[in-house]
T-cell receptor, first 112, second 113 residues
Framework: DTTVKQNPRYKLARVGKPVNLICSQTMNHDTMYWYQKKPNQAPKLLLFYYDKILNREADTFEKFQSSRPNNSFCSLYIGSAGLEYSAMYLC???????????FGPGTRLTVL | GDSVTQTEGLVTLTEGLPVMLNCTYQSTYSPFLFWYVQHLNEAPKLLLKSFTDNKRPEHQGFHATLHKSSSSFHLQKSSAQLSDSALYYCALSDRTGNYKYVFGAGTRLKVIA
């Protein structure tokens, strides 16, 4: 099974409220990624976990948090949502030494 | 930093005509290049990958050739099908070992009868 699952598929949030998005995979991949995709823009890497080590991109360092309680699950956490967080959030995973990433269908977040 | 540039926006083709979606890149290192395809409401899926020059990967009738001299990895198909309608992403991954992708903005292909 090469499926990456994301929950929920659609999320509505209020400005200033927290948001938690969930991703799971059963391929025993050691690396999991989170991307943000806005209309007419390239997917932008936010952060990734290699095993238990979190790596956050410099320009989004303070805006997003993440946790990986076990190999299969990874969350993306926004402490206080702003209108600019409205986007599609894509989760992906890969195995060390393999450059192919497997993607989930995404969670569409709308902040009002 | 690394960057990927794709044919912008929407490409509309009549069924049976050839497909060519452009992808050019800039990278400090000699990267790996990928094409991903995303159908409506589905996850992006790997279509093609190229690791070496002079090797032309093919899948589902699509092919792409990595040309280091022109920093290009254009996606081609001889005859478009209605089912090819989707969003296509070109991406690169450098060889520094962190396995991160840099994506292009995507090209939406619409094939009409």
């Amino acid at each position: 099974d090469t499926t990456v699952k994301q929950n929920p598929r659609y999320k509505l949030a209020r400005v200033g409220k927290p948001v938690n998005l969930i991703c799971s995979q059963t391929m025993n991949h050691d690396t999991m990624y989170w991307y943000q995709k806005k209309p007419n823009q390239a997917p932008k890497l936010l952060l990734f976990y290699y095993d238990k080590i979190l790596n956050r991109e410099a320009d989004t360092f303070e805006k997003f948090q993440s946790s990986r309680p076990n190999n299969s699950f990874c969350s993306l956490y926004i402490g206080s949502a702003g209108l600019e967080y409205s986007a599609m959030y894509l989760c992906a995973s890969s195995r060390l030494g393999h450059y192919e990433q497997y993607f989930g269908p995404g969670t569409r977040l709308t902040v009002l | 930093g690394d960057s990927v540039t794709q044919t912008e926006g929407l490409v509309t083709l009549t069924e049976g005509l050839p497909v060519m979606l452009n992808c050019t890149y800039q990278s400090t290192y000699s990267p790996f290049l990928f094409w991903y395809v995303q159908h409506l409401n589905e996850a992006p899926k790997l279509l093609l990958k190229s690791f070496t020059d002079n090797k032309r990967p093919e899948h589902q009738g699509f092919h792409a050739t990595l040309h280091k001299s022109s920093s290009s990895f254009h996606l081609q198909k001889s005859s478009a099908q209605l089912s090819d309608s989707a969003l296509y992403y070109c991406a690169l991954s450098d060889r520094t070992g962190n396995y991160k992708y840099v994506f292009g903005a995507g090209t939406r292909l619409k094939v009409i009868a």
